[in-house]
């Protein structure tokens, strides 16, 4: 079965600054999805960034980028030029290429932002 | 893109009680998927409903608890019955973009219920 690990429970972060958030992930298929989702305060979940296994460019979207190891089954989020509106829940989430998959969550990690 | 909409956002409940959740999806879609987030918790799925089948229910928990109805491709429904403070939790309901752009999985705002 495949596992998500996320291996830091809070972080912190100096506005302006950059944070790494932590995931490994544990799975025998070679064909997968892995995404890094936020939950802010109003609990909606938003897609910060997905990264296809089979890519070996690591996903970028504006401040938000990811390094993926697919060797090492390790898949962290990089936030540059930390803003206060980052400050949320971030779970890490695998989902294998299946289309009749599901989508499993790790435990989260809550960043928090210094002004 | 799906946009997806749930009723009630919250609730308070009596022990013992049931309480239906609509999902609203603004596309067609072929699957449907049920999660709890119990507070500080992460999300775990409940089960996954197909129109015009049963749907399939994860390990530790039972349609007797949780029944489902998906009576279309744009509509389904979560009942958390008999109710105890245990179920006092975040259910999400979300759905599986197969689209051209992003296979991407998109969620619902959430229902809070507080079971008293």
């Known amino acids: 079965a495949q596992t998500v690990t996320q291996s830091q429970p809070e972080m912190s972060v100096q506005e302006a600054e950059t944070v790494t958030l932590s995931c490994t992930y544990d799975?025998?298929?070679?064909?997968?999805?892995l995404f890094w989702y936020k939950q802010p305060p109003s609990r909606q979940m938003i897609l910060v960034i997905r990264?296809?296994?089979?890519?070996?460019q690591n996903a970028t979207e504006n401040r938000f980028s990811v390094n993926f190891q697919k060797a090492a089954k390790s898949f962290s989020l990089k936030i540059s030029d930390s803003q206060l509106g980052d400050a949320a829940m971030y779970f890490c989430?695998?989902?294998?290429?299946?289309?009749?998959?599901?989508?499993?969550f790790g435990s989260g990690t809550r960043l928090s932002i210094r002004p | 893109s799906a946009v997806i909409s749930q009723k009630p956002s919250r609730d308070i409940c009596q022990r013992g009680t049931s309480l239906t959740i609509q999902c609203q999806v603004d596309?067609?879609?072929?699957?449907m998927f049920w999660y709890r987030q119990q507070p500080g918790q992460s999300l775990t799925l409940i089960a996954t409903?197909?129109?015009?089948?049963?749907?399939?229910?994860e390990s530790g928990f039972v349609i007797d608890k949780f029944p489902i109805s998906r009576p279309n491709l744009t509509f389904s429904t979560l009942t958390v019955s008999n109710m105890s403070p245990e179920d006092s939790s975040i259910y999400l309901c979300?759905?599986?973009?197969?689209?051209?752009?992003?296979?991407?999985?998109?969620f619902g705002p959430g229902t809070r219920l507080t079971v008293l």
């Open positions: 979300s759905v599986f973009s197969s689209g051209a752009a992003r296979n991407e999985q998109f």
């Open positions: 799975t025998s298929e070679s064909d997968y999805y």
């Open positions: 990264q296809e296994a089979y890519k070996q």
């Open positions: 989430a695998y989902r294998s290429a299946s289309s009749a998959s599901k989508i499993i």
């Open positions: 596309s067609q879609v072929t699957m």
């Open positions: 409903a197909n129109q015009g089948s049963e749907a399939t229910y």
